[in-house]
């Protein structure tokens, strides 16, 4: 019913954007929100501007922020990201480069992240199944779910909660 809703609004499920599936864990260390950049290749020949994003089966986690960085930005740390701490320093000039998400417009190839902040709502493990980006190319809407699962661990329960920990 949801894909024949979609269709019928003109949104197609297969564009030139294309999203990965894997999964990652990370720990906010002061309970605050937590830096996760997922890779937005542009398979297609023209450009794509991003109309929406927004988060896939949250359990505990809430969006922050959204934005569009050039080239690639790391996973982890603090929302948003340090850029004057020694592992943060490289990616300072990408970070001022950043747009917000909505209206961003990411040209063809693979040099572009979205980078999002997630902000967990409880102590223990929170997370997401991935992002859910739509986005127009060409005079088409279409929709795309980047299935990189997330989960971020606050406090002393991470070790039995959560993938990342090596605990």
């Keep these: 019913m949801a894909v024949a809703a979609l269709c019928a609004a003109g949104v197609v499920e297969d564009g030139p954007l294309a999203g ?20 937005l290749p542009n398979d297609g020949s023209r450009a794509v501007t991003i109309t929406h994003v927004g988060l896939l089966n949250s359990d505990g986690l809430t969006l922050e922020a959204a934005h569009v960085v050039p080239g690639r930005f790391p996973i982890g740390g603090p929302y948003p990201p ?73 406090g002393s329960r991470c070790s039995s909660d959560w993938p990342g920990d090596a605990r």
């Design 20 to 39: 990965l599936t894997t999964e990652v864990g990370q720990r906010s260390r002061d309970g605050g929100p937590v830096t996760i950049s997922y890779v």
């Design 82 to 154: 340090e850029t004057n701490d020694e592992h943060w320093a490289d990616y300072a000039l990408t970070w001022r480069q950043r747009v917000d998400a909505v209206g961003a417009v990411v040209p063809p190839g693979g040099g572009h992240d979205l980078v999002v902040g997630l902000r967990p709502g409880r102590p223990g493990a929170s997370t997401i199944d991935g992002v859910e980006i739509t986005y127009t190319e060409g005079g088409r809407i279409y929709r795309l779910e980047s299935r990189m699962k997330v989960t971020i661990c606050i």
